[in-house]
């Protein structure tokens, strides 16, 4: 990286509350966030000088667009800032960070505040599906289904059973554990869920099939949320650090990088793929951009894992694509423990997309504030003992957008 990009500290929204039910709208989940980001942080709105938005379908299900200009409205300070909306289905949160990022590397701005916003909890369940379904191709793809991405990563998970063998029971397993990790989580939408043995089951009641391989408590939540971080230059951390007694090496700051766009259809990622270790290369390529540009070796240099599992065979996936093991050997890492929190790297402390919640836009963002909390000390009751490198995947699309990051403690 050409400049170095610190994270000052952020703010995360209750992934479990239900905006509609409280008369409120996506606006109020963008204040909530990025007035919260400035109290838990200290920044002050009149040091800001660009923002940048996650969002994928705010017309959709908020019919509301322009999401940028709401900034001005959360504090009289921020009218007349540039800000930008970015858009890539669910890696949307990490588009806006990559802009924030460029602008700070570029010299442009100095300190950016990076906002994450999905609301999702307002309409029926179908519908929400038929909206996230604009992240497949439109009448090209999972046209004979009920649920577009349920479907989408069934067919992963048989390509996955296909090439190498996969077995149910490994993907309970990884639920399982995503679902008892929400629990420590104070803002987690199923972290007062109550959940047996038998609603990972084979159980057509307690679990039943959403589409082929996925079950219900194979997918992630459909979730309202917001989260803000602040991103500075290293002229401005350290004048953050000055103002409030603190050091450069108390701040999390963004080691590596990797971002790239596969081909829309799932069939012809899979395809082009046949001959390859790697079922989905260009999240491969992402995640070692990422560590070339952090100058880490690969997974053994990471203490934990924050990765995108809207599905159980997406966390599958990433464990292989981390190269936390070989090709097709996912399911060892399950067997032996060392994905669970105690283990020696952890994924999804936070209880990920299925335990913690997903609201699209915002996930990207919240998956950069987790990494940050951790590698400074800050997880609270997910904290990863002694972390101080993680690494982070965000995934839109099925594997279309890939966004990874490589987060690191002090200067």
Not at 84 to 106: F, K, V, W
Not at 133 to 139: F, I, L, N, R, S
Not at 196 to 201: G, I, L, P
Not at 206 to 232: I, S, Y
Request: proline fraction near 3%; hydrophobic fraction near 40%; include cysteine.
């Amino acid at each position: 990286m050409s400049r170095p990009v610190f994270i000052l500290g952020g703010y995360q929204t209750d992934f479990a509350r239900n905006m509609a039910r409280e008369d409120l709208g996506i606006f109020d989940l963008m204040n909530e966030a990025m007035t919260g980001a400035f109290e838990a942080t200290g920044v002050r709105p009149k040091d800001v000088k660009v923002g940048h938005v996650g969002n994928f379908v705010g017309e959709l299900f908020a019919g509301q667009g322009m999401l940028g200009g709401f900034y001005g409205h959360v504090h009289p300070d921020l009218a007349g800032i540039p800000v930008s909306r970015h858009e890539g289905a669910c890696a949307s949160g990490s588009l806006a960070i990559l802009a924030a990022m460029a602008d700070i590397e570029s010299g442009r701005y100095d300190l950016a505040c990076v906002t994450g916003v999905e609301l999702m909890r307002n309409v029926s369940g179908k519908t929400a599906a038929d909206y996230l379904g604009a992240a497949a191709w439109v009448g090209q793809e999972a046209t004979d289904v009920q649920y577009v991405w349920p479907a989408m990563f069934s067919d992963l998970a048989e390509e996955y059973d296909r090439r190498y063998g996969l077995k149910r029971e490994h993907l309970a397993a990884i639920a399982r554990k995503n679902f008892t990790n929400a629990r420590r989580n104070d803002k987690a939408q199923t972290r007062k869920w109550t959940l047996t043995d038998q609603h990972f089951a084979v159980d057509d009641e307690l679990n039943p099939v959403v589409e082929g391989w996925m079950r219900r408590h194979d997918c992630g939540q459909v979730t309202d949320g917001a989260v803000c971080v602040f991103l500075a230059s290293e002229q401005a951390a350290r004048t953050y650090c000055a103002e409030h007694g603190l050091g450069l090496e108390s701040l999390a700051r963004i080691r590596g990088w990797g971002h790239t766009t596969a081909p829309m259809r799932m069939d012809t990622k899979l395809r082009d793929s046949a001959n390859a270790p790697y079922v989905l290369p260009w999240t491969r390529k992402a995640i070692t951009d990422a560590y070339k540009r952090a100058g880490v070796s690969g997974a053994r240099e990471l203490d934990a894992i924050e990765t995108h599992d809207c599905f159980s065979i997406s966390e599958y996936a990433a464990i292989e694509h981390f190269g936390v093991t070989a090709p097709g050997e996912a399911w060892k890492a399950v067997e032996d423990g060392r994905i669970e929190l105690g283990g020696s790297i952890p994924v999804n402390p936070s209880g990920g997309l299925i335990g913690l919640g997903h609201p699209v836009g915002a996930t990207g963002v919240r998956m950069l504030h987790d990494a940050a909390r951790q590698v400074t000390g800050k997880a609270g009751e997910m904290q990863v003992g002694g972390a101080r490198t993680v690494g982070t995947f965000n995934v839109g699309g099925s594997g279309t957008t890939n966004c990874s990051f490589v987060v690191g403690a002090g200067a």
